[in-house]
């Protein structure tokens, strides 16, 4: 065998005793859990903070996460999982705080704060060899694969419920303009005025399952048609039509909010109820006068 075969091939055996020592890390002990960033059980967690720059609140009432701050809305159930899941990330290395310092680890100025009741996690910089983040939780420094960094840098409006009807409600009737659906106590639906052409079961089916794509601030002083929910917990819901098309913008004036629904889903939601009135419609002010077309969109943050 030459010298440079030999050479490769010591360079060969290297790189896969490497390779095994990775994989298999000897002397590390075996069969112990995993350790995640907090152990704790999340169904009892009532009260979360999310604090950068500023701060979102969420409060859990009555089995139902609500937002509470910078604004008031329910809170989407799926968002608030995500965010108490981060509690389940595995630790892969963890080290004292004690003997270490804030700045090397961006603790000084860190990321997010998350508060889960009275735990806390601090959720500084990343590695910059492994980009993995470092979360300060008690007085443990931990390294962890960062899958929910976006979470925390998310805007409040991303965590606002995105249905229309919460999934624990029922319509009890629908009034759109020139059309109103009601319930009967017989099962039935009553439609007035009569419309042989709709098919007014699909219709309350439509609004009882529609979701937003995108919910953002809007102007609650914006009027325009009004869309009205009589729920079956006895509490009316109303929208303000801010556009018809090309997708359907509807504003809830008491939470300050406007939801974008898909083409397809505006169609449905309005059923032949605006077939007479095509083209983009929008709100206008209250004081009737003419919109000026520089003023900002009430889908503006």
């Known amino acids: 065998m030459s010298p440079r075969s030999a050479r490769n091939l010591v360079l060969l055996i290297l790189i896969v005793a490497l390779a095994l020592v990775a994989h298999f890390r000897p002397g590390k002990p075996k069969g112990l859990p995993a350790v995640t960033l907090l152990d704790i059980e999340t169904s ?20 139902t996460w609500l937002l509470t701050a910078p604004l008031e809305a329910p809170a989407n159930p799926l968002r608030i999982e995500q965010l ?15 003997d270490l310092k804030l700045a090397p680890f961006g603790l000084d100025k860190p990321l997010a704060i998350l508060k889960l009741n009275d735990q806390v996690m601090t959720f500084g910089g990343t590695d910059p060899l492994s980009f993995r983040r470092y979360v300060v939780v008690g007085d443990t420094l931990h390294l962890v694969s ?17 249905k229309l ?10 009034t759109l303009p020139g059309l109103k659906i009601e319930k009967t106590t017989d099962g039935g639906l009553l439609v007035t005025p009569p419309r042989s052409s709709l098919d007014a079961k699909d219709l309350l089916s439509a609004w009882q399952s529609a979701r937003a ?26 929208f303000v039509i801010v556009q018809k098309s090309p997708e359907l913008v509807l504003l809830r004036k008491d939470l300050g909010l406007t939801f974008l629904m898909t083409p397809e889903t505006s169609k449905e939601l309005l059923g032949d109820s605006s077939s007479s009135k095509e083209g983009r419609e929008e709100a206008v002010d209250t004081d009737n006068n003419a919109r000026d077309p520089s003023a900002e969109s009430p889908l503006d943050d």
């Open 146 to 162: 960062d899958g929910f960094s976006h979470h925390l840098t998310a805007q409040a409006t991303d965590y606002v419920q995105k």
């Open 44 to 63: 009892g967690i009532d009260r979360i903070e999310l604090l950068r720059p500023d701060a979102i609140l969420f409060q859990r009432k009555a089995g």
């Open 165 to 174: 009807v919460a999934d624990e409600l029922s319509i009890k009737s629908l």
């Open 213 to 238: 794509i995108e919910v953002q601030r809007g102007d609650p002083k914006m009027m325009g048609e009004t869309i009205r929910l009589e729920l079956s917990n006895g509490a009316p819901t109303e």
């Open 84 to 98: 108490l899941d981060i509690t389940k990330t595995k630790s892969e290395a963890q080290y004292p705080m004690k």
